[in-house]
């Protein structure tokens, strides 16, 4: 089946430094991507839709100048907390729609666990 | 909204037991999934299905759309199956793909 990874799969940093979050699509070309971010023992919370070539979709309370989201390129979509704080600290997940007119689906990647000082 | 339950949220069996997890959705949906996540995190799709029945080695799922309700049956179950289960649903209509996820089920498999 597709594949997309994530890169870094862990990253600890100190508070008030910026990281950014590779999400690729490995095998298929996506147009659309989207973050998640899930807290201890709580299910999936969508943070923002990312449309290849326009700007992110942010849902209600996802600050966009706090979780900035670029989609460059049909395979990768980065995700940069800016100015991070420990209540920053979560699992980050991101997903890629394949979508081939006949088919259409979304594929999860493996994560990225944030862990800031 | 579509408003997803999962049941049920915690779920202990002996090896080689057959396991069903349920999930039920109070809006038309186009299509379901069924992941899986581990301890540590990562995220395993196991099924995509908007009808019927679908079958992966020891893990079936189907779905009933006029009751709008799935299942995930797991026959032969084994240690290694541990993990979280999730639901997620794929409203009707609309050009985009967000997903509506239930709170999970938490599936313990003992030796």
């Known amino acids: 089946g597709a594949v997309v990874s994530q890169h870094p799969s862990r990253v600890i940093c100190k508070s008030g430094t910026s990281v950014k979050i590779e999400c690729r699509s490995l095998d298929f070309q996506a147009t659309t991507m989207f973050w998640y971010r899930q807290f201890p023992k709580k299910s999936l919370m969508l943070m923002a839709t990312?449309?290849?070539?326009?700007?992110?979709?942010?849902e209600q309370g996802v600050e966009k100048d706090k979780f900035l989201i670029n989609h460059a390129s049909l395979t990768l979509s980065t995700l940069t907390v800016t100015s991070a704080h420990p209540e920053d600290s979560s699992f980050y997940i991101c997903s890629a729609r394949d979508f081939k007119g006949v088919s259409d689906t979304q594929y999860f990647g493996p994560g990225t666990r944030l862990t800031v000082l | 909204k579509n408003e997803v339950e999962q049941s049920p949220q915690n779920l202990t069996a002996q090896e080689g037991e057959f396991i069903t997890i349920n999930c039920s959705y109070s809006v038309g949906i186009s299509a379901l999934h069924w992941l899986q996540q581990h301890p540590g995190g990562g995220i395993v799709s196991l099924f995509m299905l908007s009808s019927g029945k679908k079958k992966h080695g020891r893990l079936i799922a189907t779905i009933n759309i006029q009751e709008k309700h799935s299942s995930l049956h797991i026959t032969a179950s084994h240690p290694r199956d541990s993990a979280v289960y999730i639901c997620?649903?794929?409203?009707?209509?609309?050009?985009?793909?967000?997903?509506?996820f239930g709170k999970g089920t938490l599936l313990t498999v003992n030796p």
């Open positions: 990312s449309n290849e070539g326009s700007k992110a979709t942010y």
């Open positions: 997620a649903v794929r409203n009707s209509g609309g050009s985009n793909y967000k997903l509506t």
